[in-house]
């Protein structure tokens, strides 16, 4: 069982190696970087290849370790109850199974994602050590013990908006995703738009990369934008000469809403095409 990438996601060889290392250590794998870099998509390419289940805890600031597990709907139980509903007799009506129940439950050797962990408080991933060591947790409204049947495939992302803990940490296979430097942007631009002119595809990624080069960018572009944005100039049938203008008042790239994000980068751009038409 061996990840090589799919038609669909160009993978690096060390992401690649990172993949298989985590599943051979059958040790979660930690996946950080900026965010568009997909680190989510690689989860789900990593299914589609290996042919698993896929099971997506896609985490919230509110999420708490206990929601991967199961939750006691005590509420409808009450209101059962007072209706006369039979099915109140066994408790086993109301608890709802979380992500990692439906993983352990699996009938066979399944994919979990678990998104965004750092978005959660600091004591969720502290709150998951057992559960991932062991691959089993205790439901105490029915008594039972609920074991994985085959241990999955893990993956966790972070947006590195705080720190995990240490514990966490030993506990995890790492692997940073580096932003793709040019020709492997080109490889994902190939595969998401096959039959793209090429002088297109050379000037759109040479502004982008520029942009990301701007001192003072509150936001860089991602990968992702960087899809949005060619389709785009395809869809408007913009020529790639006009990405390369000689215009100073049009500093800013055409369609620029697609890779400038907040107004302060809109300003900043701004500012540079002042400066540029004064120092003519």
């Not at 061996?2 to 930690?30: H, K, Q």
């Not at 994602?113 to 409204?141: G, S």
């Not at 972070?158 to 490889?187: G, V, W």
């Not at 982008?208 to 960087?226: A, C, D, I, N, W």
Request: with cysteine; charged share 30%; proline share 5%.
């Amino acid at each position: 069982m061996r990840f090589a990438g799919t038609d669909s996601y160009v993978a690096t060889d060390d992401l690649m190696l990172a993949v298989n290392a985590a599943i051979t250590l059958e040790r979660p794998l930690l996946i950080k970087g900026e965010p568009g870099t997909g680190k989510t998509l690689l989860a789900q390419e990593v299914a589609r290849a290996l042919a698993m289940p896929l099971h997506e805890w896609h985490v919230k600031s509110t999420t708490k370790a206990q929601h991967g597990l199961y939750e006691y709907d005590a509420v409808s139980r009450l209101r059962d109850s007072q209706l006369g509903d039979g099915r109140v007799h066994d408790i086993r009506n109301y608890i709802v199974q979380g992500k990692l129940w439906d993983a352990f439950a699996a009938d066979q050797r399944s994919v979990l994602l678990i998104d965004e962990i750092d978005k959660a408080d600091i004591e969720f991933p502290n709150d998951l050590l057992r559960e991932l060591d062991r691959m089993e947790f205790y439901v105490y409204e029915t008594r039972e013990l609920v074991k994985a049947r085959s241990r999955p495939v893990v993956f966790i992302t972070s947006n590195n908006e705080k720190e995990l803990p240490d514990a966490f940490l030993r506990r995890c296979f790492f692997h940073y995703i580096r932003f793709p430097d040019k020709d492997t942007m080109q490889r994902i631009v190939d595969v998401h738009y096959p039959g793209i002119k090429k002088d297109l595809t050379r000037q759109a990624l040479d502004v982008f990369f520029e942009l990301r080069e701007v001192p003072g960018l509150k936001k860089k572009p991602s990968t992702s934008e960087l899809l949005d944005w060619l389709k785009l100039l395809m869809a408007e049938d913009i020529p790639p000469e006009a990405l390369r203008s000689q215009d100073s008042s049009k500093f800013i790239p055409p369609l620029y809403g697609a890779l400038l994000k907040n107004e302060q980068d809109v300003q900043l751009f701004e500012r540079l095409a002042f400066m540029s038409r004064r120092a003519r």
